[in-house]
């Protein structure tokens, strides 16, 4: 019988994100997704956490990114949170306007949306915001 739940509690430093990645790879494979599915929850973890402990915490390794990974029978669900002061995704600029294309970041969020089948950020009420994403299978 495989783990239908797991908690991370990593620090906000840059080698927190290969270890969320490998563990929700992990958890992924006992459940059974497929390569495809395996590698859009790399992509879409890669992204989620590095904005979690680069732009929400400031790789502030006092505040941790805590990451929720779960089975059900909608799919695979993750939520990452982050300790920093919150954002809108909204005014977040769209990569793919014409004056945004040669910018070097601001892809993330499209990369998170393209990989998952349902993406949704809120800010908590204790400050920090969580991104929740869900993987059918």
């Not at 790789?59 to 695979?76: Q, R, W």
């Not at 995704?89 to 793919?96: C, L």
């Not at 040669?102 to 204790?126: C, P, Q, Y």
């Amino acid at each position: 019988m495989t783990e239908k739940a797991i908690e991370l509690k990593l620090p906000s430093r840059l080698e927190s994100i290969d270890e969320a990645v490998t563990q929700a790879v992990k958890f992924a494979s006992r459940i059974g997704l497929s390569e495809e599915e395996l590698y859009a929850i790399d992509m879409a973890m890669r992204e989620s956490v590095a904005n979690a402990v680069k732009h929400g915490n400031l790789l502030d390794e006092t505040k941790p990114v805590v990451i929720a990974l779960s089975d059900s029978a909608k799919g695979f669900e993750v939520s990452v949170r982050d300790f920093g002061k919150g954002f809108d995704v909204d005014e977040i600029p769209d990569p793919t306007n014409p004056e945004n294309l040669l910018k070097a970041t601001g892809r993330g969020i499209l990369f998170i949306r393209s990989f998952m089948d349902e993406v949704e950020w809120t800010n908590h009420s204790e400050g920090g915001t969580i991104i929740k994403m869900l993987k059918k299978h």
